[in-house]
């Protein structure tokens, strides 16, 4: 007992708080069995998506003080004043980008000599990240969409995912329901966009590949997908090459533009950065051909690739209006608006089936790696390592000397 490693799932603290864990229960379960020489205390918290009860129940230890932990598992940022000096905490610390709301905390890391494992720099040999949350992302946010379609033109009605105990309880929400012949254009080729396309689905919205689709009217609900490749060519030759695009994304150009002509509700899951041309611009939404009546932002970058994101909206208020001649936020649901669903944290709405999702990885490709002496992987997403910035992390030196504010 006395030899074994100590791992806590701490409470989260960050307002508003975030009701995910890094593992469920049953995970708990399956790890002390599976590595018998580990032992996970899991901090109460009333507002976890799994009740203390549940932890209880499956013979988890709750304890309020973790600090005989050797790792601590979190999901957001951790408050300064809540870290334990000297451990080993493994969360999203939103630092890599030198983020100023975060400057504090990894200052109060430096001090504590805490060694900090981000999840967002864990990665796979070929540099894909491990970690994620885009597939919920991706379910919540395409339901959320069509049910912004659905009460903006009064033709159908979908409850809201939150209400739903976990994913099987909005499967079984879709029973029976017929939609209208609506067409849809999804963006993207990772997670958000796989979790966009298992709604679809679910829902048995056609596929129709983006030639057709541009041309042709439907009787029944279709989607239609574009990848990057579809989306941007160069803007001299017309190529596309994805390692070109990712270094050179300011000599390509976007060519959504024959979408919003042709489609009702666009669900946007393609990564964005300032340097890569936005999906339309402003002026696009004067024009009287604009069709689309509903956008589903689920990359939710502010004026980023959707040039009517005015900003976040929330889980309790998802959908806001955008009016077409001058971009002025508004109610949703009116007659001439685009109405935006904006949600930064889609995730939450669905935390049981998210944080599950998000154990599973976790305990294929980074437990085992997280108690060996030294992994490559692990040191490669190691931020600091008791109290110092590591190798790859020295960037942040400025950052984390205080000099930028
Ligand atoms: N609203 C929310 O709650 C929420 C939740 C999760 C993710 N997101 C956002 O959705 C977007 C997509 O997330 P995802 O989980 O599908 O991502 P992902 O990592 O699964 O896929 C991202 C895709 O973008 C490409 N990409 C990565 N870096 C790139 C670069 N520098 N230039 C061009 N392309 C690049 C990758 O090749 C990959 O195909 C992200 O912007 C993410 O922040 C939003």
Same mark, same amino acid.
């Given at each position: ?5 100590? =791992? ?9 708080? @975030? ?55 979190? !999901? ?11 451990? $080993? ?5 939103? $630092? ?11 200052? $109060? ?20 990240? =491990? ?18 379609? %659905? ?19 909005? =499967? ?22 796989? %979790?966009?396309?298992? !709604? ?7 596929? !129709? ?34 390692? @070109? ?23 946007? %899951? ?5 340097? !890569? ?10 024009? @009287? ?8 932002? =689920? ?12 900003? @976040? ?16 936020? $508004? ?22 089936? /998210? ?25 490669? /997403?190691?931020?600091? /390592? ?20």
């Amino acid at each position: 007992m006395e030899n074994k490693i100590h =791992i806590g799932l701490i409470r989260e603290e960050k307002q508003p708080h @975030d009701n995910r864990v890094a593992f469920t229960p049953r995970q708990c379960q399956w790890i002390m069995h599976h590595f018998p020489g580990t032992q996970i205390y899991v901090q109460p918290s009333p507002l976890r998506c799994f009740s203390d009860s549940e932890y209880e129940k499956a013979g988890i230890t709750l304890q309020e003080d973790l600090s005989h932990c050797t790792f601590l598992l979190g !999901i957001k940022e951790v408050p300064a004043d809540k870290l334990i000096p000297g451990k $080993t905490y493994l969360f999203f610390s939103h $630092t890599k980008k030198k983020q100023p709301h975060n400057q504090h905390m990894l200052q $109060t890391i430096l001090e504590k000599k805490i060694t900090l494992v981000d999840y967002e720099c864990l990665v796979h040999p070929d540099g894909q990240r =491990i970690l994620g949350f885009g597939f919920f992302a991706g379910i919540v946010g395409a339901h959320n969409g069509l049910m912004a379609y %659905g009460e903006k033109t009064r033709s159908f009605h979908f409850k809201r995912v939150h209400t739903c105990h976990d994913f099987q309880e909005l =499967i079984s929400h879709y029973f029976g329901i017929k939609l209208p012949p609506i067409k849809i254009v999804i963006t993207g080729s990772g997670r958000v966009a796989a %979790g966009a396309l298992e !709604i679809m689905g679910l829902l048995g919205i056609k596929y !129709i590949p983006p030639e057709e689709y541009l041309i042709n009217t439907y009787s029944y609900p279709v989607y239609t997908q574009l990848k990057a490749g579809e989306l941007y060519l160069r803007r001299d030759d017309k190529t596309y090459s994805r390692s @070109d695009f990712h270094a050179h994304p300011e000599a390509y150009e976007c060519r959504f533009l024959p979408y919003v002509t042709v489609s009702d509700v666009l669900m946007n %899951g393609i990564y964005w950065d300032e340097n !890569i041309a936005p999906l339309f611009h402003a002026n696009d939404l004067k024009k @009287d051909n604009f069709r689309i009546r509903v956008i589903a932002d =689920i990359t939710d970058d502010t004026n980023g690739s959707v040039p009517c994101n005015l900003g @976040d909206s929330t889980i309790e208020d998802p959908v806001y209006g955008v009016t077409k001649d001058n971009m002025e936020q $508004t109610a949703p649901y009116l007659p001439d608006t685009v109405d935006m669903m904006c949600v930064s944290n889609l995730p939450n709405e669905l935390p049981r089936d /998210a944080s599950q999702y998000f154990g599973d990885q976790l305990m294929k490709y980074v437990f085992e790696a997280l108690l060996q002496p030294d992994n490559e992987m692990i040191r490669n /997403a190691t931020i600091t /390592a008791n109290g110092t910035l590591t190798g790859r992390f020295k960037y942040l030196e400025d950052y984390a000397k205080g000099d930028l504010t």
